[in-house]
């Protein structure tokens, strides 16, 4: 069975501060991984999606992601954040065999302080 | 265009009661999954339909829960003799599928369940 770990429940930064938001998923198969971000009051949408290629990857307002095969991390980053960040964070992973089922961290929640 | 809707926003019940919680996804989108998140805690996999199917329903924790998407769009989640442990935002996400392919989920608001 797929198990998503996220290392950090509460992150508390300042504005401009850079962001590393751990994310470990245990199983040897082929996945796709996803950050989801959860704005106060809204619900959950994609933040970025890995597939394959590439393992660094993009998503929309400045985040990006890391692969790290070997690792079984999926680390979220952002150079520097702003207070419209603040939000929760979830990382999830999907077996690439049963694409219909993922399974999610139990999150990250981010404060940024003006 | 209009993303995934979900009735009703809030739902008070007592336990033992019957309930049913609608899903409204994305016009086109054949895929579309349930999820329960208890506070603190991520989306935990119910199941999800390829079209009118359940393809996977392993998700479901007691034969008390039961799913439909009797054509293909809208799907209704029932959850027979509710108890108090049952309480959870349920969240309902659908995408569209890619070359057979499971792509981006796009998720709706949530109903939160509250059994007292």
Redesign the interface.
């Known amino acids: 069975a797929q198990s998503v770990s996220q290392h950090n429940h509460h992150v508390i930064l300042s504005e401009a501060a850079s962001l590393e938001l751990g994310c470990n998923y245990s199983y040897g198969g082929t996945v796709n991984l996803f950050w989801y971000v959860q704005y106060p009051g809204q619900h959950l949408q994609l933040l970025l999606k890995y597939f394959s290629g590439d393992p660094l990857v993009k998503g929309i307002k400045g985040f990006e992601a890391e692969f790290i095969k070997s690792k079984f991390s999926f680390n979220l980053r952002k150079p520097s954040v702003q207070w419209s960040d603040t939000a929760e964070y979830f990382c999830a992973v999907r077996d690439y065999t049963n694409a219909g089922k993922s399974t999610f961290g139990d999150g990250t929640t981010l404060t940024v302080k003006p | 265009g209009a993303g995934v809707s979900q009735t009703p926003s809030n739902k008070v019940t007592e336990k033992g009661k019957y309930v049913e919680l609608r899903c409204d996804p994305i016009s086109g989108h054949t895929?579309l999954?349930w999820?329960r998140q208890s506070l603190?805690?991520?989306?935990?996999?119910l199941i999800?339909f390829?079209g009118t199917g359940a393809?996977?329903d392993?998700?479901l924790p007691n034969d008390r829960f039961f799913a439909v998407r009797p054509e293909g769009s809208v799907s209704t989640l029932k959850i027979q003799r509710t108890e108090r442990g049952d309480s959870a935002v349920y969240?309902c996400?659908s995408s569209p599928l890619v070359g057979g392919?499971?792509n981006?989920?796009?998720?709706?608001?949530?109903t939160r369940l509250t059994v007292l």
């Open positions: 895929a999954y999820y603190g805690q991520g989306p935990e996999f999800y390829q393809a996977d392993s998700g969240l996400a392919m499971h981006e989920q796009f998720f709706g608001p949530g």
